[in-house]
């Protein structure tokens, strides 16, 4: 203890780094302030690895580490990777990747001014949600159609706006939990508004919802289990009856279809995923979906329904607080006028990769073998299967090809790949890293192969 005791003396102080020749070309790079946190925490670290039994530290080398601690602090910590696990829709590596004519015109509408909320006819003030609203409502047949910063702020401000001190009616087999710990009926609760729930786990009827229904109900809202699939003695009460049920009863039907899609999956043998304009033809009043799911645009909630609701959300406070900025207007916009032309599946990245076959990953894979050429040693290209994410497509995967790695320490490499730059992310299938190139760009490829050929 004693001998740890006077290693710990032997650290320098602060001052005493700061006015080596070394700490002063710190502090002339870093700033005064950050040169001295990277200094603390240099020391800091060094005390710790004395407690724990090392030597003390050379002053150079107490510097060096300040000097790339400082350096680190001077970086953005969020920065591009490649996403090599064919999980197109990953939450944790921010949903969908934008199409270039999104990007553009996110930059054009954030690099200068705009008529954001000016009406350029009239010469005076406008609104910010006309620049997605008649293009909502074209793409799903909505009367109208409102735009917030994402589908749980939807979902709290109809649910605010309509129901609060109210009650809603709601299927114990819907009570969602998005990821990270959210739950859709914490959301709601939130909003003011008193879930009722109805039915069981694995089976709601009509008349459930039907039995539940009081004086203080205002509306029966359906949740889309977009993260989940039940299977075997289920059963849920199709929105059409819901509508008509809650329309007899003079009450609203409303839904959060979660991912929300405009194009059908089922043209790439996926589970067919309701549509916004189904949903809205079942007599939903208001319907609820992210913009960065299914949609592949920016981060967004969506709102569409009857022109009425739509007026009272607009006019509550909370439309305010969950309004979004010019920038991802102007991308909504650009990605809803993919689908209003009719390229959506060519020009929008999620769409592009759902549509992508098995052969043209394959073919990606195998020239990236061969660009490897003797470090490829132990590599193969194998079939397996990409999944949607992102809350949605559960349980539904789409064949591709897999390039996997020399099998054994694969939880080494994997973090090797997440460690370097551009960091990788990739599966471990089997004990065994595999890249699935559904996901990665072809821009990335090259970046891509660098880090693998440095790695082998
Ligand atoms: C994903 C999801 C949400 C949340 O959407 P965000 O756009 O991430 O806020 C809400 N409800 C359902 C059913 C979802 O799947």
Partial sequence: MDDTNERLRAL????????????????????RDLAVDALRSALAEARESILAGAACPATLDLLARALSLAGAAGEPTLHPVINATGVILHTNLGRAPLSAAVLEAMRRAASGYSNLEYDLAAGSRGSRYVHAESLLRR????EAALVVNNNAGAVLLVLSALARDREVVISRGQLVEIGGGFRIP??????????????????TYLQDYGCAIGERTVALLRVHTSNYRMEGFVHQAPLRDLAELAHGRGLLCLEDLGSGTLLDTARYGLHHEPTVP???ADGADLVTF?????LGGPQAGMIVGSADLIRRLREHPLTRALRVDKATL??????????????????????????????DIERAARELLAALGSRAEGCEV?????TVGGGSLPGESLPTALLALPAGHAEWLAEQL????????????????VLDLRTVADQDLPALGERLAGLL
């Fill in 418 to 433: 997440r460690s370097g730059d551009p960091p990788v992310i990739a599966r471990i299938q089997d004990d065994r890293v």
């Fill in 290 to 294: 992210s913009g960065d799911k299914l």
């Fill in 186 to 203: 914490d959301v709601m609760a939130q909003s003011g508004a008193d879930l009722v729930e109805v039915g069981t786990t694995n089976r």
């Fill in 12 to 31: 320098p102080a602060v001052d005493a780094l700061l006015h080596t020749s070394q700490g002063e070309a710190l502090v002339a790079s870093a700033g």
């Fill in 382 to 386: 194998m079939p397996g299967l990409s």
């Fill in 278 to 280: 189904e949903s809205l």
């Fill in 139 to 142: 793409l799903t047949g909505a």
């Fill in 330 to 359: 102007a991308g909504i916009q650009a990605n809803l006028l993919h689908y209003l032309r009719g390229e959506a599946v060519e020009e929008i990245p999620v769409w592009r990769m759902m549509s992508r076959s098995a052969e």
